[in-house]
């Protein structure tokens, strides 16, 4: 199996701060790697697939970047409603396999 | 708009067998692939496996031998029997549609049920 690897697993920000979460696979993935939002209570949504192509309706201070083994989700200004858990995923084989999440909360 | 809303008992006894159904509406069963993902309280996000229409499926192997996910095309829906549960087991269980962006393997989950806690207690 992949492995994939987030760091931090927490961060604190305040609104307006640019935010970095970094994902790691275990080999090369090239580009097949996909970023979800999720809130509590809530199921993932999806913000980024093929590392860098924004999803219908995302905002576009969400990006995203990286090929083979390391990967970044960016917010360029963080919003009110960005704190929230991030995942990353990759689709390169199976079985699917996700990073441990990293939460974003208000500092 | 694509919806799907899974459907089970929230309780199931250890050593028995877990059944959820998802209804997807607003989209034919018969396009991509439909897929269950779990996550246990507090935890990150598993993946189960998916299905095809024809009923091809396939497995996460961690799982493999107490799984089985089925399609019933008639009724817009895909199921997931999870056999021999014991405590680990418990979880909120997501069905999603899972998409090919690409020829090769990109693969993307789109759209996601709301999760429906199942806890395995005596």
């Known amino acids: 199996d992949i492995q994939m690897t987030q760091s931090p697993s927490s961060l604190s920000a305040s609104v307006g701060d640019r935010v970095t979460i970094t994902c790691r696979a275990s080999q090369s993935i090239s580009n097949y790697l996909n970023w979800y939002q999720q809130k509590p209570g809530k199921a993932p949504k999806l913000l980024i697939y093929?590392?860098?192509s924004l999803q219908g309706g995302v905002p576009s201070r969400f990006s995203g970047s990286g090929s083979g083994t390391d990967f970044t989700l960016t917010i360029s200004s963080l919003q009110p409603e960005d704190f929230a858990t991030y995942y990353c995923q990759q689709s390169y084989s199976t079985p699917f396999t996700f990073g441990g999440g990293t939460k974003v909360e208000i500092k | 708009q694509v919806q799907l809303q899974e459907s089970g008992p929230g309780l199931v006894k250890p050593s028995e067998t877990l059944s959820l159904t998802c209804t997807v509406s607003?989209?034919?069963?018969?396009?991509?692939?439909w897929s269950w993902i779990r996550q246990p309280p507090g935890k990150g996000l598993e993946w189960i496996g998916y299905?095809?229409?024809?009923?091809?499926?396939n497995y996460n192997p961690s799982l493999k031998s107490r799984v089985t996910i089925s399609v019933d095309t008639s009724k817009n829906q895909f199921s997931l029997k999870l056999s021999s549960v014991t405590a680990a087991d418990t979880a909120v269980y997501y069905c999603?549609?899972?998409?090919?962006?690409?020829?090769?393997?990109?693969?993307?989950?789109?759209?996601w049920g709301q999760g429906t806690l199942v806890t395995v207690s005596s």
């Open positions: 607003g989209d034919s069963i018969r396009s991509y692939y």
């Open positions: 093929a590392a860098s």
């Open positions: 299905i095809h229409y024809s009923g091809s499926a």
């Open positions: 999603a549609r899972l998409r090919g962006y690409d020829i090769l393997t990109g693969y993307l989950f789109d759209y």
